[in-house]
């Protein structure tokens, strides 16, 4: 459901596994979508002040050409020369130059490579198989050879071919190679774990007001009350918190340190920065910077309109739909949008309001969720208005498309979300009680995962 890949909902008494939970289906106004969801969702404790976890980030083996540098396009002689056409004979050495990002290294000596869609003389288009002889210290082309005579247009315009492996093909008999692939090792993400606390107070009388005090009376109204604020700052956290740390000094001196964890936004924006930010998620990679009207950078995940609120058809069909779309950890490429009204409204006139009403979060899980959902060639969209966007102006053209099955709150042992009753000290004459979370929000490959922003029309 929604693309979630865990679900704990089959137990008996499985509204009551987490505060979370079990608010979510006493009042469910919808007004907390992500926390709902959140808690639909197995918990994995956090180990520690910081939660941690791996991430195999798998650097595909292909690269695109690149014009040689020498006045010709991606081709060249083995000894740097150029010519229009390239002209190459049987079995001879000849260059093909690249571009690196993070894969030249993938590839071997002896492994045949294609390129899509080559020129070759007369105009015909198909693609080039060639086998690598040799590479370069400064990853700047591969020397290859052909197993039987080309002429290739090799154009000073920048045409970018598709450079992808066919393997280490071997002759028969051949004996054992030496070459091997570079290991790799994945990457610690981490993330803080936040206390939130929120407390409940009474004075001697308010507690005396009622007999039956924590079932009905002003008790269980304040509850309900700080617990809704406890909720709504928790969402907020979930979809806009900052990953830091600072320290305070307490009421006796203590200097203690106070951390925030990183929500959605917060994972994406290091993702765009340079290199993939702290965790690293793009060796080598550069800043991608979020621009108005500009949505064609790679691995880009941050999208804003122009300035009137205005996205192209053909950049929303051609780039930002399979951006949003491309990669995934579910078979069913499933994202839920969650946002504002002017950007779900501007979606709903673009699909023709061609909407089917997903009922399983209403009748099954009875979290009240209306969760519209519109099928596209590349992917299916589910469509949540979130309050939290229609309550800020700036945010009402606003969504996050999330990939669900790469979230997950990880709470403190014993620390999710609870009341803690009776921590008033023995002096005091009332009462005090408190509602705490300890924990902090899990997102795992945040490529999976966009954000549009100032979206008012589809033209």
């Known amino acids: 459901m929604f693309g979630m890949t865990s679900l704990d909902v089959t137990a008996s008494g499985w509204e009551r596994k987490n505060l979370r939970r079990l608010f979510s289906t006493k009042y469910p106004t919808g007004g907390l979508p992500l926390c709902a969801l959140l808690s639909l969702i197995d918990s994995e404790e956090a180990d520690g002040t910081t939660a941690s976890w791996l991430e195999d980030r798998y650097v595909l083996k292909q690269t695109t050409t690149k014009l040689n540098g020498l006045g010709g396009g991606a081709f060249a002689a083995s000894g740097g020369t150029t010519a229009n056409p390239q002209v190459i004979a049987a079995n001879t050495d000849f260059r093909i130059y690249v571009n690196d990002a993070g894969a030249y290294d993938k590839f071997l000596v002896g492994e045949q490579i294609v390129l899509n869609q080559v020129e070759f003389t007369g105009g015909d288009f198909r693609p080039l198989s060639v086998r690598i002889t040799a590479l370069d210290g400064s990853k700047n082309y591969f020397t290859v050879k052909c197993d039987a005579a ?22 028969e ?13 994945p990457i ?32 269980k109204i304040k509850v309900k009350q700080t617990w809704q604020s406890h909720a709504d700052a928790l969402e907020n956290s979930f979809l806009w918190g900052q990953k830091g740390k600072s320290t305070e000094t307490l009421a006796d001196g203590t200097v203690s340190e106070r951390r925030t964890m990183g929500g959605v936004e917060w994972f ?81 006139r673009y699909y023709d309001n061609k909407f089917t009403l997903n009922r399983d979060a209403k009748a099954e899980l009875k979290l009240e ?36 099955g790469n979230l997950k709150f990880r709470p403190v042992p014993g620390e999710d979300t609870a009341i803690h009753t009776n921590l008033q000290d023995p002096a ?15 997102l795992q490959y945040p490529e999976t995962f966009s954000i549009m922003h100032n979206l008012k029309s589809i033209v």
């Open 428 to 442: 005091f004459l009332g009462r005090k009680d408190d509602i705490r979370t300890e924990g902090t929000l899990e």
């Open 173 to 185: 008999g051949s004996s054992m190679g030496t070459q091997q692939q570079n290991i790799r090792y």
């Open 188 to 219: 610690t993400v981490e993330n803080y774990t936040q206390i939130q606390r929120d407390w409940i107070l009474f004075t001697g009388s308010g507690v005396r007001q009622a007999l039956d005090f924590e079932k009905s009376g002003t008790y």
């Open 268 to 348: 994406i924006q290091e993702y765009q920065k340079a290199g993939g930010g702290a965790p690293g998620y793009r060796p080598g990679g550069a800043a991608i910077a979020s621009t108005a009207g500009t949505f064609n950078q790679a691995e880009q995940r941050i999208f804003r309109a122009q300035a009137n609120g205005q996205v192209a058809k053909a950049d929303w069909e051609e780039v930002i739909l399979p951006k949003i779309l491309e990669t995934t950890v579910n078979s069913s490429h499933y994202k839920l949008l969650m946002g504002g009204q002017d950007a779900l409204l501007a979606l709903s």
């Open 369 to 404: 969720i209306g969760v519209n959902e519109v099928v596209t060639p590349l992917g299916t969209f589910g469509f949540v208005t979130h309050p939290k966007f229609n309550q800020v102006p700036a945010l009402r053209g606003s969504f996050f498309a999330l990939d669900m």
């Open 150 to 171: 080309v002429s290739l247009v090799n154009p000073t315009s920048a045409i970018s071919h598709a450079v992808l492996p066919l393997g280490a093909v071997v002759a």
